[in-house]
């Protein structure tokens, strides 16, 4: 899964410009499934399984990354821009990014350290003090090359480090997409919808349509957690670690989990011997937060590989928290068709 995580993440697709990201699935699953792309992006696939199952199931992950837009060309020839999604100001600064469907090279920019105030230079920084530097001579110069509303991503190799760890921007959730084609591609005990779906980092926009599409009873959400298990936190401040295998949520700030299902992956992972762990502070969310409501009501549990600096450049993973969590879905997809 490795690899299929690699490529899936060198693919550029922030929220709203999830194409390529989609195009690159379907090339990986339209043998095995029936598909469609609806209105708003969302591809939804239909796997048939070994058995036709009483209850629905949808296994779900969202397609686009965090990353930034062209608000404006200055006149200096640099850009303003905005963020997608939820990055922090401290984590762009310096960074190389590529503008617009061409890839042109740039790099974000602040006011130089010099020339701060002493209260600026205590204060944190923000995204409106920052501008995208692509190498022009003036606003001209700039237009040529690109124009407001053009997309922005953060300029990231994969890389392999520490044993099992890989780092690459866009884990979150690449790894989910990664899973999912993992399990479409060996065939399921049972028929299963799996949905890619767009625009979840701005507000669990894609989310909402294709439950309402599907109508699931049942929705398990594959995602990334954010871990700080560094040194100098510890207790419930840590949310998770990597290593400690995959991490399934009893709360966020959008939704309350299945109970039922959250000591489910529980008595499965004691089963089964998959090392496993829970989220231990009610933060972040995902699109749960919008299956859940939808309809009459979906029964939905998350379950999430941890994921050391979470929407940024440089995401950081242990792939065998990714191989567990793997592990523990597959059966997880199973035995709920027995409740």
Request: proline fraction near 3%.
């Amino acid at each position: 899964m490795k690899e299929l995580l690699r490529e899936l993440c060198l693919i550029d697709g922030v929220s709203g410009d999830e194409s390529a990201v989609r195009e690159y699935i379907i090339g990986k699953i339209k043998d095995v499934c029936e598909y469609r792309i609806d209105p708003l992006g969302n591809l939804i696939c239909f796997r048939k399984g070994r058995k036709t199952p009483a209850k629905k199931l949808m296994i779900c992950a969202h397609m686009d990354e965090v990353g930034f837009i062209v608000t404006a060309i200055k006149s200096d020839g640099t850009l303003a821009f905005g963020e997608v999604g939820g990055v922090d100001p401290a984590v762009a600064i310096g960074r190389q990014v590529r503008v617009g469907k061409d890839g042109i090279s740039g790099v974000i920019g602040s006011t130089a350290v010099h020339n701060l105030s002493k209260e600026a230079r205590e204060k944190a920084p923000s995204m409106d003090g920052l501008y995208i530097d692509i190498g022009a001579s003036d606003k001209a110069e700039a237009e040529k090359m690109v124009r407001p509303g053009d997309c922005v991503y953060f300029d990231s190799e994969f890389a392999e480090f520490g044993g099992n760890r890989v780092k690459c921007k866009a884990i979150d959730d690449r790894a989910g997409c990664a899973m999912m084609i993992k399990l479409m591609q060996d065939e399921p005990e049972y028929d299963t919808y799996f949905v890619f779906n767009v625009q979840e980092e701005i507000g669990l926009r894609g989310a909402g349509a294709s439950a309402f599409s599907v109508a699931p009873d049942y929705a398990v959400v594959l995602e990334a957690t954010t871990a700080a298990d560094i040194d100098g936190v510890s207790g419930a401040k840590r949310v998770c670690a990597l290593g400690g295998g995959p991490v399934v949520s009893f709360m966020d700030r959008s939704t309350v989990y299945d109970k039922e299902l959250y000591h489910l992956a529980f008595e499965i992972a004691e089963e089964k011997g998959i090392p496993c762990q829970t989220k231990t502070m009610i933060a972040g969310g995902n699109d749960s937060g919008a299956i859940h409501i939808s309809g009459r009501g979906v029964r939905t549990i998350a379950v999430s590989v941890p994921c050391r600096y979470l929407h940024s450049a440089s995401c950081v993973i242990d792939t065998a928290d990714l191989d567990n969590m793997h592990s523990l879905v597959k059966e997880l997809a199973e035995r709920i068709q027995e409740l």
